[in-house]
Every structure is written in structure tokens, then in C-alpha cells.
Nanobody, 115 residues
């Protein structure tokens, strides 16, 4: 199993920045994709960004140019740097790890963009 712990959420004004962190532990050598998802009230959970073990990244169109996903393998941590935040980015953000045999989720961290 893989355990994921997110941190870094909070309240920020429009145009501001936040950095989310996701620390992984357990069977981390089996992870080949790590991702960030988000779920806003009344909406389905959506993929925001992902990074593969080969450092290939993907971003949903709505965050391209504003968000960056990157990893620190020495710390077993994946980050989501979020810049130029908009009110529509408000959601609970979840970390996700995919292995050949299972998928793990973190507990989520709230991001609120409001003036």
C-alpha cells in the first residue's frame, strides 16, 4: 500500500499563489503516476495534473500556464505549484498515486480562492 498526506491548502486572494505538497510512504517504488485531482461543491472530481515516473506531465486545459506539478524523489514528495489563482480553482484537492495493482488517495486539502 501507499500512504499519501497532503498539506499546503488554505485561503488565498484571486491572483495569489499556493503550493500543495503530497508526501508518499509505503510501497513508493511501485508508483508510476502521481496526480492531483480536485472536487468543487456539486461537481465531479477532476484530474488537474499528473506526472509519470518518467517525468512526463499532463495538465487540464483550465490550469495550463498557471499550475506546475513536480516531484522531489529524495523526499518522496510531489508538489503542485498554483499561481494566478482564480475563484473557480476553489475545491478540495486530492493527491493520487497509481501502481500496477492499486490506486491510493490522500485525505484532501481545501483550497479557497476568494477576496
Amino acid at each position: 500500500q501507499v500512504q499519501l498526506v497532503e498539506s499546503g491548502g488554505g485561503l488565498v486572494q484571486p491572483g495569489g499563489s499556493l503550493r500543495l505538497s503530497c508526501a508518499a510512504s509505503g510501497s513508493i517504488s511501485r508508483i508510476y503516476i502521481m496526480a492531483w485531482y480536485r472536487q468543487a461543491p456539486g461537481k465531479q472530481r477532476e484530474l488537474v495534473a499528473q506526472i509519470t515516473s518518467g517525468e512526463i506531465t499532463y495538465y487540464v486545459d483550465s490550469v495550463k500556464g498557471r499550475f506546475t506539478i513536480f516531484r522531489d524523489n529524495a523526499k518522496n514528495t510531489v508538489y503542485l505549484q498554483m499561481n494566478s489563482l482564480k475563484p473557480e480553482d476553489t475545491a478540495v484537492y486530492y493527491c493520487n498515486a497509481v501502481t500496477p495493482t492499486f490506486t491510493s488517495w490522500g485525505q484532501g486539502t481545501q483550497v479557497t480562492v476568494s477576496s
